[in-house]
């Protein structure tokens, strides 16, 4: 055991803090390989550590895990004595790894909202369609920000059924304001234009409403004509009194915005932004 390691182990609590958080600063600066060996090791042997130094480790997961701590993490994942599954659900989302997709839908499922939280982006991160199905339970859950959540990772992993579980939840609404839907839809553009497009022409005010912020939220030029008469035209008002015409402005700007955005890429400088909520 070097005395990187050895650091972990000995001395009260904060001392061992201190010297983790310099190890890490030591990853951070060059790679240092005694301090990523040390890190490592405490992922490793994780049940011998405090689980204060695990979770400090694994909130810069980015940092040192790499694919030598796949079992190790699995393990943690599983561990329900350990109580630190939130956080080896981190380094499971570093790594994509698909192992942990079982687990990880097993986690989103107890009421922890931390474990909840990191199960739901590790599950996008690693972007395996078998976790769709439990995703798209969280669109009609509480609390707000696990829908948030769910409808983010449903975007990332993509496909078909993906998307379909998102149209569903903006369809037949279960909440009023479903802003994280709409901005979800948006990254399956070119494909889901149409439904959009259509949806603007509904009868329903509200679907008019987050059809608008979704058109925006595409950056498209194609969706310009429609959100011009949306709101120029449409007087429409939602459950939750918003205007129709007012989303249709906000979604305009959103457009403008990333197509200003596209431009400055092309250009050499600028980024995209996005603004896929104005008006929940």
């Known amino acids: 055991m070097n005395p990187d390691q050895r650091a972990l182990k000995d001395g009260d609590l904060d001392t061992r803090e201190e010297h983790l958080y310099r190890l890490l600063d030591r990853v951070k ?3 240092d390989e005694s301090a990523l060996e040390a890190l490592r090791m405490l992922v490793r042997g994780y049940a011998d550590f405090h689980r204060s130094l695990y979770s400090r480790a694994m909130n810069h997961a980015e940092v040192f895990v790499d ?7 699995l393990a943690a994942l599983a561990d329900t004595r350990y ?30 909202w ?7 982006l590790a599950l996008g991160r690693i972007g395996d369609a078998s976790a ?3 995703l798209e339970r969280t669109l009609w859950s509480e609390p707000e920000w696990l829908r948030e959540r769910g409808a983010e990772a449903l975007a990332t992993i993509g496909g078909d059924e993906a998307l379909a579980a998102l149209w569903e939840a903006f369809e037949y609404r279960g909440y009023t304001r479903i802003g994280y839907v709409a901005s979800a839809l948006s990254k399956f553009a070119p494909d889901v234009l149409p439904r959009l497009l259509a949806a603007a022409d509904d009868d329903d005010p509200d679907l008019r409403y987050w059809a608008a912020i979704a058109l925006g939220s595409t950056g498209d030029e194609s969706v310009v004509p429609t959100l011009e008469r949306l709101m120029a035209q ?3 008002r939602t459950e939750f009194d918003g205007w129709v ?6 979604a305009l700007r959103t457009q403008r915005r990333i197509q200003a955005a596209i431009a400055g890429r092309s250009g050499g400088d600028g980024a995209q932004t996005g603004d ?5």
């Open 29 to 31: 600066a060059g790679g």
């Open 67 to 73: 694919d030598s701590l796949a079992e190790p993490l």
């Open 83 to 112: 109580n630190c599954q939130a956080w080896a659900a981190m380094g499971c989302g570093v790594l994509r790894l698909r192992a942990a997709v079982p687990g990880l839908t097993a986690l989103l499922e107890r009421g922890d």
């Open 114 to 120: 931390m474990g909840q939280e990191q199960a739901v």
């Open 132 to 134: 769709v199905p439990e």
């Open 234 to 236: 449409d007087k429409g």
């Open 245 to 250: 015409s007012v989303a249709a402005k906000k």
């Open 276 to 280: 896929d909520d104005d008006a929940a």
